[in-house]
């Protein structure tokens, strides 16, 4: 079983920055490396949205409007870790955030549906 865990959540100031990190275990089939992986969040009341997306060799990354030029992804293979650079925060950045892997077809944003594997998520809190 592929499992996926992310860290990093927290209550920060607007304008402040935090770093999640996505740790995955548990797959034999296939390597980290051949994965696509994704961040989503999710607030009170709202749908689950893309916020960004890396695919397997770094040959397509996405960024959700509301975020880019804010938030940075990167993956590291060789520890099957994946992590999401979250900068100048603002209130409205307040969610659960959820990492995610799968086999994403075609390139361009970020969808739920494309993913098959994903973790418990962590509460990010942007307030003053």
């Not at 959540?9 to 696509?36: D, I, K």
Request: aromatic share 10%.
């Amino acid at each position: 079983q592929l499992q996926l865990v992310e860290s990093g959540g927290g209550l920060v100031q607007p304008g402040g920055s935090l770093r999640l990190s996505c740790v995955a275990s548990g797959f034999t089939l296939e390597a980290y490396s051949s994965y696509s992986i994704g961040w989503f969040r999710q607030a009170p009341g709202k749908e689950r949205e893309g916020i960004s997306c890396i695919s397997s060799g770094d040959a397509d990354i996405n960024f959700a409007d509301s975020v880019k030029g804010r938030f940075t992804i990167s993956r590291d293979d060789a520890k099957n870790t994946a992590y999401l650079q979250m900068n100048s925060l603002k209130p409205e950045d307040t969610a659960i955030y959820y990492c995610a892997a799968g086999h994403k077809r075609g390139l361009g944003p970020c969808g739920v549906y494309e993913y098959e594997y994903w973790g418990q998520g962590t509460q990010v809190t942007v307030s003053s």
